[in-house]
């Protein structure tokens, strides 16, 4: 039986015999030679048909299209002009899948390619933003497990808000109208600590925001922590920690996806060797004002705008603390010494990409905590499960949420959170 290796184990072999299998990735010939660019999903070859060697077959060769899926072996060698430096002079073929007119040619437009995203996922770019996202990922798990915490999972079907009533997605559950899909497992994860005491996960999050920009998905996935007996500090630190060994992650395994992406490796090196800039709100505010001439009112919080002046300023990410209480949720803990601001924080990544996580030390006073869910039109009955957290044995305790997406948007260096996904769920597409 034939042996097929991937395209770059062959070419890491450099000459002699070898079988590769994969797609047509663009063609072009004349009436004695075809060339065909063969792609797996390690790399991209050149390989070269002769008709001197073909006759009988030459019209299948002739019409092979881009897409067609084939098994070829030939000899391999360094060819300098070849796109990926290597070529393969076919002796034997085997057609698997031929392929019709393929849809996706160059130039063309944002639409068309969303409605055949189910093809452009076999794109170069695609292939490279999603075998970083792979990475992204495994870097989670890994970081998490290492520190001790373990995997929980919280349902998606929830009867309770956390981020803002305003964007729950409603689901129509056997008549009943009141109930949502998971903004965060928030709620859910802090009874979990009693038990656990340093939890993660790596879930789907739903938000129904009415906001067409390059930063928000309706369905996104959530890497989210939280941990017992921690100060706010500790879980800032947990924060500049994940983030750093996913960047290190990507930067060890992924040089080559990173630069067809158009992104310097180096420039992430920041995020990896220098500690994060940690500010608070107040900082930020003056920093704005003094190095980007914004002026934003005490107590309104940062919009896209803002954050992205403010990152500019940086090449490692920028933590924000201590935010007005009106503009943060209610279960983040009133700064003791300041009751108008909260103990919560924000990371922003740099070069303008804003928020990536969004983290609190929780608010232990059970009263405030009622008083704040009444004051933002909640039913408290709805919230009992959650209350019990502080009744029962309630220590400090802390944790964050990461929007995988807009890390990779970060990482990928890319203008809009669509392409960090395979097939993006926003305001005005759900299909395919
Ligand atoms: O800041 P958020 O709303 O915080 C929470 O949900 C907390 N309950 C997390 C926690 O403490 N366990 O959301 C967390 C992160 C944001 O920083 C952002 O990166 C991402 O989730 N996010 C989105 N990503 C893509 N599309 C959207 N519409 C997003 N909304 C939030
Ligand atoms: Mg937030």
């Not at 797609?23 to 060339?35: A, D, I, Q, T």
């Not at 009988?56 to 072996?73: A, F, N, P, R, Y």
């Not at 409605?115 to 870097?139: C, E, P, Q, Y």
Request: with cysteine.
């Amino acid at each position: 039986m034939t042996q097929y290796i991937s395209i770059q184990k062959a070419m890491d072999k450099g000459s002699g015999k070898v079988s590769i299998r994969g797609w047509v990735h663009r063609e072009r010939g004349s009436n004695k030679l075809k060339f065909i660019t063969l792609r797996d999903s390690s790399n991209v070859i050149q390989c070269i048909f002769e008709r001197q060697n073909f006759e009988k077959l030459w019209g299948d060769i002739d019409h092979l299209q881009v897409e067609s899926s084939i098994m070829l072996t030939g000899e391999i060698k360094k060819e300098k002009r070849a796109p990926t430096g290597y070529e393969l002079h076919v002796t034997d073929f085997q057609i698997v899948g031929k392929s019709d007119k393929f849809p996706i040619s160059k130039d063309q437009s944002v639409e068309f390619l969303a409605d055949n995203r189910h093809l452009w996922l076999r794109s170069l770019k695609m292939i490279a933003i999603l075998k970083i996202r792979s990475t992204v990922f495994g870097a989670i798990d890994e970081y998490f497990k290492k520190e001790g915490f373990y995997e929980y999972h919280s349902p998606i079907f929830q009867a309770v808000q956390c981020e803002g009533g305003a964007d729950l997605f409603s689901v129509d559950y056997f008549g009943k109208k009141d109930v949502f899909l998971g903004q965060t497992w928030q709620l859910y994860a802090e009874p979990a600590i009693f038990g656990l005491e340093k939890i993660y996960t790596i879930s789907p999050s739903f938000r129904a925001e009415k906001s067409k920009t390059s930063r928000h998905l309706t369905e996104y996935w959530h890497a989210e922590m939280e941990i017992a007996w921690a100060t706010f500090d500790e879980m800032i630190n947990y924060g500049e920690g994940l983030l750093k060994h996913i960047i290190k992650k990507v930067v060890e395994s992924n040089t080559k996806e990173l630069e067809s992406l158009g992104r310097d490796p180096k420039e992430l090196e920041p995020t990896i060797k220098k500690p994060f800039i940690r500010m608070t709100y107040d900082d930020a505010l003056k920093i704005l004002k003094d190095k980007c001439k914004m002026t934003v009112q005490w107590g309104k919080d940062l919009r896209t705008v803002e954050e992205e002046k403010l990152t500019k300023l940086y090449n490692v990410p920028v933590i924000v603390t201590h935010y007005p209480k009106e503009v943060k949720a209610f279960y983040m803990t009133e700064d003791p010494d300041n009751s108008k601001v909260v103990w919560g924080c924000d990371f922003l990544a740099p070069e303008g990409h804003g928020e990536i996580i969004g983290g609190s030390h929780r608010e232990p006073d059970i009263d405030k905590i009622k008083k704040r869910l009444r004051d933002d039109g909640e039913k408290l009955e709805e919230y009992e499960f959650y209350l019990d957290t502080r009744k029962y044995g309630s220590v400090p305790h802390a944790g964050f949420g990461l929007g995988v997406e807009r890390v990779i948007k970060w990482i990928c260096k890319l203008d809009n959170i669509k392409d960090t996904i395979p097939f993006p769920r926003t305001m005005e597409r759900y299909k395919p």
